[in-house]
């Protein structure tokens, strides 16, 4: 298996294919170039990279962590967008003349992965009418949306979770490289802010321990996650047992790696701008983004 460091300097190596000094590849990866001079010195010495290119065993070695799948839930009403939500599904309301999920699919495609899950519920036949630029996609019916919060959802896509993005349908990815082909470890897609009314975790040593409406000095919690195989089968467990303990079907998917089985996981954050992506959670959030709602 390969360490953090020496994963980093390999993937970077697949997104620029010529040979690259490496002041060049410590400045892409953000690592001193002493550490990077050491960890490109053991890469070679497995046999990984030559002339400071990736080798085919280098290609192969990152199969290992490449993403297999993606999910995507879209279930929910989305009352808190009424009424444009009154005759169409929240992720297929445009803004600027796109359907939001638009953004969610193109990042995932361009990243490679084309083994792509959409769990569907309110108005979901409308959710057809991707087929014809996305043909690959495949929808799981959530049945009991309208009874519960989105953990139904995941419950629905459960065997689905080992090595796969989860995301939530209701995000704007203005920066599609946040969704990318390999991925080290299970983690949460967040923003580091001084202040938040919304969703936030806080870490120690690089890890996820708690989990909160509401906080200061910690990560605003964005919904694009990643699980590793191990992790995603662990989840599928817990997400069905939380789900059928008492008052389950009233917890979001995420608490349940995150806050009630949160000692199990070792899941990092993995941070990102304002600038890379915006929930569109109310109609006056829409507006903002979009001058013709206000008309």
Known sequence: MLTKKQFDILVYLTEHMTEKSQREIANGVKMS??????????????GYVSNSCI?????????????????????????????????????????????????LLDAVINAGIDDIYIVRGY????????????????????????????????VCASHLLKNAYMLEADLLIYNPKLITKYQYSSNFLAVPVEKTNDWC??????????????????????????????????????INDVYQSPGGKERYWDQVALKYYKDEYSISVRECTF????????????????????I
Not at 81 to 87: D, H, M, R
Not at 284 to 293: F, H, I, P, V
Request: some cysteine.
């Open 33 to 46: 170039l002493g550490t990077v001079n050491k960890i490109m010195a053991e890469l070679k010495s497995l």
């Open 201 to 238: 975790v806080y870490t120690e040593n690089g890890r996820i321990v708690k989990m909160t409406v509401g906080g200061t000095n910690c990560y605003r919690l964005f919904g694009v996650s990643y699980w590793t195989e191990q992790d995603g089968a662990k989840l599928a467990y817990h």
């Open 55 to 103: 080798t085919a065993k280098g290609v192969d070695i990152l199969e290992n962590y490449r993403v297999k799948r993606a999910v995507i839930i879209a279930a929910g009403f989305g009352s808190r967008l009424v009424p444009i939500t009154l005759n169409t599904p929240k992720p297929l309301i445009r803004v600027k003349g796109k359907k939001i999920i638009y953004s």
């Open 123 to 154: 108005l979901g036949e409308q959710f057809d009418q991707l087929l014809h630029k996305y043909p690959m996609l495949k929808f799981i019916e959530n049945p009991i949306y309208n009874e519960t919060n989105n953990i139904s959802s995941a």
């Open 275 to 294: 600038n890379d992506i915006v929930e569109i959670d109310t109609f006056n959030e829409l507006k903002a983004l979009d001058k013709t709602y206000a």
